[in-house]
């Protein structure tokens, strides 16, 4: 929602985006003392809520299907993407954002 929007998501896109921005101005504001600042913009990663939801919503089908790998995140996506924007390895990575989605804005370009 942070980099695509929603129909009848108006403010949750908006909430998502404000996190983009607020990470590219940490890194403007941080770099000085070369601390870095990034956003992390998730696609469906199958928390507790998501597995109960994908259950039962027949529209979690069409979600997976939207994604190059077929699947839904898992949480260690996500900590394996935090974990590596905080390592020295990424000490020269800055104010972006990085999609940990499955590739679901490939299809919407």
């Known amino acids: 929602a942070g980099t695509l929007g929603g129909f009848g998501q108006a ?3 908006a909430t998502k985006a404000g996190v983009v921005g607020l990470a590219k ?3 403007l504001e941080g770099g000085r003392h070369n601390i870095t600042a990034n956003a992390i913009v998730p696609g469906i ?3 507790e809520a998501a597995r109960a939801a ?3 919503n027949p529209l979690y089908e069409r979600f997976k299907n939207r994604t190059v790998f077929k699947r839904f995140g898992e949480p260690s996506d996500i900590a ?5 924007l905080c390592s020295e390895e990424a000490g020269y990575v ?16």
Not at 80 to 84: E, G, K, L, Q, V
Not at 94 to 109: R, S, Y
């Open 94 to 109: 800055t104010g972006t954002t990085l999609e940990v989605a499955g590739g679901i804005p490939l299809f919407t370009a």
């Open 54 to 56: 994908e259950a039962t």
């Open 11 to 13: 403010s949750y896109a």
């Open 45 to 47: 990663i199958l928390s």
């Open 80 to 84: 394996a993407a935090i974990t590596f």
């Open 25 to 27: 101005t940490a890194a």
